[in-house]
Nanobody
Framework: EVQLVESGGGLVQVGGSLRLSCAASGFTFDDYAVGWFRQAPGKEREAVSYICSSDGTTYYADFVKGRFTISTGNAKKTVYLQMNSLEPEDTAVYHC???????????????????????WGQGTQVTVSS
């Protein structure tokens, strides 16, 4: 059974940093994407970043470019989101998600990231205090 477990959230001051972790297990396919999403109360869920296992392609939403970095661990089934220069607007529950098997990373562009995600973690709260 596929499991994704997030950790690393917490309370941080404006301008501070956090590193979120997503530990994925229970799957055997090699070509996939892992994405980070966030949802604040009263707002729609939005994609933050993703990384493709096949070629390492990464994507960042405009509102985190230059501040957040996505990466994988040595085993490639742990995905990190390094968040720097945090702002109050970054406050949200952050979820990681695993895609269906992908024929290529380019399908993320063709079909959209969220539509390809089949498995979701429980989420971790990030609160940025002003």
């Amino acid at each position: 059974e596929v499991q994704l477990v997030e950790s690393g959230g917490g309370l941080v001051q404006v301008g501070g940093s956090l590193r979120l972790s997503c530990a994925a297990s229970g799957f055997t396919f090699d070509d996939y994407a892992v994405g980070w999403f966030r949802q604040a109360p009263g707002k729609e869920r939005e994609a933050v970043s993703y990384i493709c296992s096949s070629d390492g392609t990464t994507y960042y939403a405009d509102f985190v470019k230059g501040r957040f970095t996505i990466s994988t661990g040595n085993a490639k089934k742990t995905v990190y989101l390094q968040m720097n220069s945090l702002e109050p607007e970054d406050t949200a529950v952050y979820h990681c998600a695993l895609s269906l098997p992908l024929p290529s990373c380019s399908v993320v562009i063709s079909y959209g990231l969220e539509s390809l995600m089949a498995y979701w973690g429980q989420g971790t709260q990030v609160t940025v205090s002003s």
